[in-house]
Nanobody
Framework: QVQLVESGGGLVQAGGSLTLSCANANSGFTLEDYAIGWFRQAPGKEREGISCITSKDDSKYYTDSVKGRFTISRDNAKNTVYLQMNSLKREDTAVYYC???????????????????WGQGTQVTISS
């Protein structure tokens, strides 16, 4: 089955940038066949969806708080999906997760129950 592994988190100053990666550790499955969502969970808050990319046509969606700052993309040759994060703010501090679903080929949404596979998360901390 799909095994997602996030990487790229860390500590960065406000205004800085990070690129998160979501790779499939199981070479028997290709992420190209899945819509991928990025979610985050800050301490004491619910998990929220921030970006997703569809499987059929790579349509991209962003929640309002990250529009214009974050960019989702996929590299099928590397079986990896990326989240480029620019102009980071302290409120972006959270554990970031990627998730995969085969239910969203042309439109993707941030319904966590529709994502079958999840990574373990990577911590992103923004300092002032």
């Amino acid at each position: 089955q799909v095994q997602l592994v996030e990487s790229g988190g860390g500590l960065v100053q406000a205004g800085g940038s990070l690129t998160l990666s979501c790779a499939n550790a199981n070479s028997g499955f290709t992420l190209e066949d899945y819509a991928i969502g990025w979610f985050r969970q800050a301490p004491g808050k619910e998990r929220e969806g921030i970006s997703c990319i569809t499987s059929k046509d790579d349509s991209k969606y962003y929640t309002d708080s990250v529009k214009g700052r974050f960019t989702i993309s996929r590299d099928n040759a590397k079986n990896t999906v990326y989240l480029q994060m620019n102009s980071l703010k302290r409120e972006d501090t959270a554990v970031y997760y990627c998730a995969a679903t085969q239910l969203m080929d042309s439109v993707c949404v941030f319904a966590t129950d529709d994502y079958a596979y999840w990574g373990q998360g990577t911590q992103v901390t923004i300092s002032s």
